[in-house]
T-cell receptor, first 117, second 115 residues
Framework: EAGVAQSPRYKIIEKRQSVAFWCNPI?????LYWYQQILGQGPKLLIQ????????DSQLPKDRFSAERLKGVDSTLKIQPAKLEDSAVYLC???????????????FGPGTRLTVL | AQSVTQLDSHVSVSEGTPVLLRCNYS??????LFWYVQHPNKGLQLLLK??????LVKGINGFEAEFKKSETSFHLTKPSAHMSDAAEYFC?????????????FGTGTQLKVEL
């Protein structure tokens, strides 16, 4: 079974530029999550989708961050304009929640390391 | 609201000696608890999970954890450390309140294994 795919793996941009990250979840997983992991901290949930609807985006800085999951499969997270404090690893995860055995378990992709100069 | 406290930010052990990574949780509901491991420049890998079945949970690579409700703890142990165990470990609580299956991560414990 293929895991969660993310691209690119690394990205370096200057502040005020825009950037987009892509995620393809495990086949059949209804729920997709984007996390931000700042160096030295645990991941923090930015947004959760169930199929193509948003379940929780309370921690998403909506003035600069946006995300979509068209057709309920892959997803894109965008930052525009980027700030220095956005430097972090952006992790995508998926799960079979709300249905299926093991629905509580989230499977993570390798992440995209963003550096904002 | 749910939260997780990892009591040690760094743990150093010698190869072949036991590992203990400590975690306390707080949750308003019956929680699911997880330990994930993150090797450098790699994604998070699930080590084990507790979901209200047996309180002693066995995971991959010889790790296990015991859920103790009275102590609100979920400590991770391994009888004998290996060099390949050096990584960052996250204790995680899942709260299904509101139907969201939200994960809350601890701040992580960096495990160092010395020869």
């Amino acid at each position: 079974e293929a895991g969660v795919a993310q691209s690119p793996r690394y990205k370096i941009i200057e502040k005020r530029q825009s950037v987009a990250f892509w995620c393809n979840p495990i086949s059949g997983h209804a729920t997709l999550y984007w996390y931000q992991q700042i160096l030295g901290q645990g991941p923090k949930l930015l947004i959760q989708f169930q199929n193509n609807g948003v379940v929780d985006d309370s921690q998403l800085p909506k003035d600069r961050f946006s995300a979509e999951r068209l057709k309920g499969v892959d997803s894109t997270l965008k930052i525009q304009p980027a700030k220095l404090e956005d430097s972090a690893v952006y992790l995508c995860a998926s799960s079979s929640y709300p249905g299926g055995e093991g629905r509580d378990t989230q499977y993570f992709g390798p992440g995209t390391r963003l550096t904002v100069l | 609201a749910q939260s997780v406290t990892q009591l040690d930010s760094h743990v150093s052990v010698s190869e072949g000696t036991p590992v203990l990574l400590r975690c306390n949780y707080s949750s308003s509901y019956s929680p699911s608890l997880f330990w994930y491991v993150q090797h450098p420049n790699k994604g998070l890998q699930l080590l084990l999970k507790y979901t209200s079945a047996a309180t002693l949970v066995k995971g991959i690579n010889g790790f296990e954890a015991e859920f103790k409700k009275s102590e609100t703890s979920f400590h991770l142990t391994k009888p004998s450390a290996h060099m390949s165990d050096a990584a960052e470990y996250f204790c995680v609580v899942s709260d299904r309140a509101g139907g969201g299956n939200k994960l809350t991560f601890g701040t992580g414990t960096q495990l160092k294994v010395e020869l």
